[in-house]
């Protein structure tokens, strides 16, 4: 994945509609199979799945768009990333619609490895009394993950108990690069420290 | 960047002056400089790891997009190859040395200008315990599990300048079954040979440039 593609292309196609929400269509697309239980169903004919995407792209354009910018905002290289693989799109709709499937199965696979992550580091920092809040955010192909601590003073101790599970955490997920960072009790509001886009994913 | 031994004598320095900042005190700038002792000390051990290779500094092997900027950030990517190529425990002090570091300079980085902080400077942090663990707890553990003066000695006997890629060799097997200087010359030519660490035209190699420096394995030393 260190050869990973990042690219930011802009390209339309000619309802004016730029590829991320093309993406979004699709994992909306995805959600509303699910909703109808098709994979649950007989096999369908490709022909009735093209069919029942266009339909929801009439349908949902506002909804569509609403989704795709919280996406930018909250995963702008990953889906720099995936609007790549989209940009082997023709301009035919139903062509574009189901590249945009093969897209949406990658970002999803991202999207689960990273809360996989988020999951096991939760998993170990939760019992360690001093861990207040953590929260992670994207950069690069980092992962960065803020420990908030209720520390006053630098403690050694505390740190190499914290590093104890952080080296397993590094040896557990070799991709994306885990960049912890640990923050004493030296501000007045945490909001203030990470980024606005960061998640938060545990807190006491 | 420098070679091995420019990255120890770098090192060195910086260490030096983490124990002048120590008794003044400075205990925030000390662990600083602490840091950047880490830093070469951890250098000069990739230098050997890589020396076939044209990756000798961290930050030559840092792995970019198709535009070549980089897709993680240089300390990070040392991190990793500390994580990859040496212990645990040295992986450990040298993360707890960059955190503390780091808080000490930066209080961490922080996007948001609007940013609120108590009125505490960042030196207030720490404490002379703080600068002491660093220097010598955590810049120890680096310096022997990295086996600084194992290398240093190894260095001394110039072997590189007569054939460098035996002498690599010779000196990453030394490293991979010795911990210090004194272990490699008690157990002598007949124990080099007997556990198969060294080859027979390695040995002669080796031996050839301890004369050199007036020395001799134990095992030639007990014959006359």
């Given at each position: 994945m260190f050869n990973m593609i990042i690219s930011t292309s802009t390209a339309t196609i000619p309802d004016k509609i730029t590829l991320p929400e093309r993406i979004i269509k699709s994992i909306y697309y995805q959600e509303y199979l699910k909703s109808v239980n098709y994979f649950e169903q007989e096999k369908r004919e490709p022909e009735w799945l093209r069919s029942v995407t266009l339909e929801l792209i009439k349908r949902e354009p506002e909804w569509l768009r609403s989704v795709t910018l919280e996406l930018i905002k909250r995963e702008p290289e990953w889906l720099r990333s995936v609007t790549l693989e989209s940009s082997l799109l023709t301009e035919n709709i139903e062509e574009i619609t189901l590249e945009s499937l093969n897209a949406a199965e990658i970002f999803n696979a991202l999207r689960l490895q990273r809360q996989e992550i988020e999951l096991s580091i939760v998993s170990k920092f939760k019992n360690i009394e001093q861990v207040t809040a953590i929260y992670t955010q994207k950069y690069r192909y980092e992962l960065q993950i803020i420990v908030?601590?209720?520390?006053?003073?630098?403690?050694?101790?505390?740190?190499?108990?914290?590093?104890?599970?952080?080296?397993?955490?590094?040896?557990?997920f070799q991709e994306p690069l885990l960049a912890f960072s640990y923050i004493p009790k030296i501000y007045k509001n945490r909001r203030d420290i990470v980024h606005p886009n960061a998640l938060l994913i545990f807190e006491k | 960047m420098g070679d091995f031994a420019v990255h120890v004598s770098q090192a060195k320095h910086n260490e030096s002056l983490a124990e002048f900042l120590l008794d003044k005190p400075y205990f925030d700038w000390s662990i600083t400089a602490c840091f950047y002792s880490a830093i070469h000390y951890v250098e000069a051990r990739l230098f050997i790891e890589f020396v076939e290779s044209d990756k000798k500094h961290s930050e030559t092997s840092i792995p970019v997009d198709d535009k070549g900027e980089w897709l993680v950030t240089p300390h990070r990517w040392r991190e990793r190859l500390i994580q990859n190529h040496f212990s645990k425990s040295v992986w450990k002090s040298f993360r707890n040395i960059k955190e503390a570091s780091e808080l000490a300079r930066y209080l961490s980085y922080f996007p948001n200008k609007q940013a609120s902080f108590k009125d505490v400077p960042s030196f207030k942090l720490f404490e002379f315990e703080n600068a002491q663990f660093s220097l010598d707890i955590d810049l120890e553990n680096i310096k022997r599990d990295l086996r600084i003066e194992l290398c240093e000695f190894l260095y001394s006997l110039e072997m590189e300048k007569t054939d460098p890629i035996r002498a690599n060799l010779i000196i990453n097997k030394i490293l991979s079954n010795f911990s210090t200087k004194e272990e490699v010359l008690q157990l002598g030519k007949t124990s080099f040979k007997k556990q198969q660490y060294l080859n027979k035209e390695e040995l002669i190699f080796l031996k050839q440039h301890l004369e050199n420096k007036g020395l001799s394995l134990s095992s030639d030393t007990d014959k006359t």
């Open positions: 908030f601590l209720n520390m006053e003073t630098y403690n050694n101790g505390l740190m190499h108990k914290l590093l104890d599970l952080e080296y397993d955490l590094q040896k557990q | -």
